[in-house]
C-alpha cells in the first residue's frame, strides 16, 4: 500500500482544514488507517484511526474537533479539523495496517505510512 497525504497548509485560529489520504493498493480498503502528527522537537503522537468498517477511534484530547472518514471507493481517507489551536501545529502523517489489523494507538502497529503533510495553526 502507498500512501499520499495532501492538504496541509497554513490555518488561523478557529478555523479548519480537511487533510486527504489517497492510498494505492488493492488492501486498503480491508486495512485501518491512522493519522499521526510529530509537532517540532516531539515524538509522533496518534490522533485517531479508522478501521475497514468505518469505525473510529480518537485521541481523547482531539475528540469533539477532529473527525475521521473514509470513501473506499476512492482509497481516500479524510481526516477533518476544526477549531484549530496554534498547539496542531504538526506534519501529520497517515497510515494504514495490513490487512485485517484493526491497529491502535501505537504507531508500531501500522504497516504503511505517508510522507507526511504540514499543518500550521497561525494565533
Known amino acids: 500500500v502507498q500512501l499520499q497525504a495532501s492538504g496541509g497548509g497554513l490555518a488561523q485560529a478557529g478555523g479548519s482544514l480537511r487533510l486527504s489520504c489517497a492510498a494505492a493498493g488493492h488492501t486498503f480498503s480491508v486495512s485501518t488507517t491512522g493519522w499521526f502528527r510529530q509537532a517540532p522537537g516531539k515524538e509522533r503522537e496518534f490522533v485517531g484511526r479508522?478501521?475497514?468498517?468505518?469505525?473510529?477511534y480518537y485521541a481523547d484530547s482531539l475528540k469533539g474537533r477532529f473527525t475521521i472518514s473514509r470513501d473506499n471507493a476512492k482509497n481516500t481517507v479524510y481526516l477533518q479539523m476544526s477549531s484549530l489551536k496554534p498547539e496542531d501545529t504538526a506534519v501529520y502523517y497517515c497510515s494504514a495496517t495490513r490487512p485485517g489489523y484493526s491497529g491502535g494507538s501505537d504507531n508500531s502497529r501500522y504497516a504503511y505510512w505517508g510522507q507526511g503533510t504540514l499543518v500550521t495553526v497561525s494565533s
Open positions: 479508522i478501521t475497514w468498517n468505518s469505525i473510529t
